[in-house]
């Protein structure tokens, strides 16, 4: 099975433990991502030279706003190890592979759920789906 996987199916794996009680970005998430500790299951991925979430908030100072979730992803884009990625990659490849039925589920009620909403909103216009 060759399925691609994303950085955006990376940025979710890997927080899951970290933003677990954080909902949004913020100070709550930046205390939390301040302690190495709390992301101590993902640390092998990240490169040496981290750069602080609150650094990536503070760079942001003086611009316009970005959607709140976005700090997260360009947090954890910017510490990757490039050279960790083939093990990220095999891991997830893994994760995948075990949770496969789920994910066709979810894309099947996803699709139940617009159809729904089209013959409830929009009865008779076709839907386009892909």
């Avoid at 998430?29 to 750069?51: E, K, S």
Wanted: glycine share 4%.
């Amino acid at each position: 099975m060759n399925q691609t996987i994303s950085l955006f199916d990376l940025f979710t794996v890997a927080f899951l433990t970290i933003i677990k009680h954080c909902p949004a970005d913020g100070p709550a998430l930046a205390q939390r991502l301040a302690d190495p500790a709390l992301y101590a299951p993902i640390r092998r991925f990240l490169r040496r030279d981290l750069v602080s979430f609150q650094a990536i908030v503070d760079s942001r100072a003086g611009r316009p706003p970005i959607k709140d979730d976005w700090y997260r992803r360009i947090w954890l884009y910017r510490n990757l190890d490039p050279n960790a990625m083939p093990e990220l990659e095999r891991l997830l490849q893994e994760h995948l592979e075990r949770n496969i039925a789920l994910y066709k589920q979810k894309a099947t009620d996803a699709a139940a759920q617009a159809v729904k909403v089209r013959d409830t909103l929009f009865p008779g216009i076709p839907l386009v789906l892909g």
